[in-house]
């Protein structure tokens, strides 16, 4: 993804042109259910995946390409309601003990499939990130125990060149648990935080205080975390413009490195945990507009960059010096600066991106714990058994797509020359349907639109997904009611 950034000539500061418009009826105006993009096709596209293909898409991976490392690790202590994730409430310790053998049960038997570039006799990893569930349910020791097994299948790039991560529930850490993670090699740290306000932290079940946020930032910042992380939600019960206020001024005044700052999307028919939140203690619509503007607007007179879907970041943050110039990119790890990485997941649900030659393929493990458990064990006997239970196979046509909409999230613009080099079309002409459907966002001002391609404008820029679900075949066919709304 090397579209030239409309950023270019600014690198370094942020200009008015960077900074995302509130304009309140424009966005009553789009707001609609759209994906966040993490992949294209979305992951709604998944289908089963014939036997033998996981191991094809392993062995004739291109040695070369580097790898980012995906470990999900389900187990929570508690139940957070407003909480749509991949999880198992557990109390009991040796869960942990249990699914880490599976991860290096799945690490082996994947392992043995990969080739390492010439010279190396280890594939290369530039990127690894622990997510979850909690990933700091795993005890030290058994932290200590997967890095130390992956360096014997693995060569890292030296921490102050890779990108080491790992999210954080400040509740769930012992007193050395930090240290641990920072003298083992992980340089950046994402924190679930959500609200700061005791109220709306009862009625989500997530009780923590500030000191205590303050407390884990400034521990590792003394360790030398090359980054934190601060996640916020708005849209939670007993929310108000006022209190989610205080959170982020709060919070600005800890100088976190990035910001997520999501909205909750209320759908307790598919999430057993949600039927725990009252709708009459949910904020209106219009409050939630409202704490949204409050947020992006303080953020960036604070000098925060918005980056895009939600995320914030400080202007020397490797992302924020990545969007400027250009290079930035998105995965199912969110956005990143490791564009060029082959993503090799492990672990219940976790997802893999693999690019053999001109085709990528999207994999995904059993989302079901027995169900993930009983693949590693039949593979521990039959080598031909892998845990990937389901898969995309892109096209051509999916790759153009995926080149734009990503182009356009990540930089908020696309240069038509550069499409029809890559891709060998006329973007205009092959565009032609899409380019008249955006003629109303042009109208408005969320876009501008020329010969020379589309520039995502300060109004547009919160609607970024609207802009890019036009140019999505899958949408309109099949899923438009499938996910959360935009805003």
Not at 143 to 163: C, R, S
């Amino acid at each position: 993804m090397q579209t030239e950034s409309p950023y270019a000539s600014t690198r370094g500061s942020i200009t008015s042109k960077q900074l995302p418009a509130f304009d309140e009826t424009i966005i009553h105006k789009y707001n609609r259910s759209g994906p966040r993009y993490t992949s294209y096709p979305t992951a709604l596209e998944f289908s089963p995946i014939p036997d033998d293909l996981e191991i094809k898409i392993l062995q004739n991976r291109e040695a070369r390409a580097p790898l980012s490392l995906y470990f999900h690790i389900p187990f929570c202590r508690h139940l957070c309601y407003y909480c749509a994730c991949n999880k198992i409430i557990t109390k009991k310790n040796s869960d942990s003990g249990d699914y880490l053998q599976y991860l290096i049960a799945e690490i082996k038997h994947k392992r043995r499939l990969l080739s390492a570039p010439e010279g190396s006799s280890k594939p290369l990893v530039k990127q690894l990130h622990l997510g979850g569930g909690t990933p700091t349910f795993l005890r030290d020791e058994e932290m200590v125990q997967l890095w130390e097994f992956l360096q014997t299948q693995f060569e890292f790039l030296p921490e102050d060149q890779g990108d080491y991560s790992i999210e954080i529930d400040p509740r769930e850490l012992s007193g050395e648990t930090l240290k641990t993670l920072r003298n083992l090699g992980f340089n950046r740290i994402s924190l679930g935080v959500q609200d700061l306000d005791e109220t709306v932290q009862i009625a989500v079940n997530r009780v923590h205080s500030a000191e205590l946020i303050e407390n884990v930032l400034n521990e590792a910042r003394e360790l030398g975390f090359h980054s934190i992380n601060i996640d916020l939600i708005y849209g939670l019960p007993h929310q108000t413009p006022v209190t989610l206020a205080k959170t982020v001024q709060r919070i600005i005044e800890m100088s976190p490195d990035r910001l997520s700052v999501f909205n909750y999307a209320h759908l307790p028919e598919r999430f057993k945990a949600q039927r725990q939140i009252k709708d009459e203690d949910l904020p209106s619509p219009a409050a939630k507009l409202t704490m949204l503007g409050n947020t992006i607007n303080t953020l960036t007179e604070a000098g925060y960059q918005y980056i895009g879907i939600d995320h914030f970041a400080k202007p020397d943050d490797e992302l924020s010096v990545a969007q400027r110039a250009g290079k930035l990119h998105r995965n199912f790890q969110g956005y990143t600066i490791m564009g060029d990485c082959d993503l090799l997941g492990f672990g219940v649900s976790s997802i893999s991106q693999i690019a053999n030659a001109n085709t990528r393929y999207i994999l995904q493990n059993d989302t079901d714990l027995q169900g993930y458990h009983a693949n590693i064990d039949a593979a521990q006997t039959n080598l031909m058994t892998m845990p990937a239970v389901k898969y995309i196979k892109t096209s051509i046509k999916d790759r153009l797509r995926e080149y734009v909409i990503m182009n356009l999230l990540c930089h908020d613009y696309i240069d038509f020359k550069d499409v029809n080099q890559k891709f060998g079309i006329d973007a205009i002409t092959y565009f032609i349907d899409e380019i008249q459907q955006l003629g109303a966002m042009q109208e408005d001002r969320l876009i501008d639109m020329d010969a020379a391609g589309i520039r995502v404008l300060p109004k547009g820029r919160l609607l970024g997904r609207n802009v890019a679900m036009v140019f999505d075949e899958y949408l309109e066919k099949k899923h438009k009611n499938r996910f959360s709304k935009v805003i």
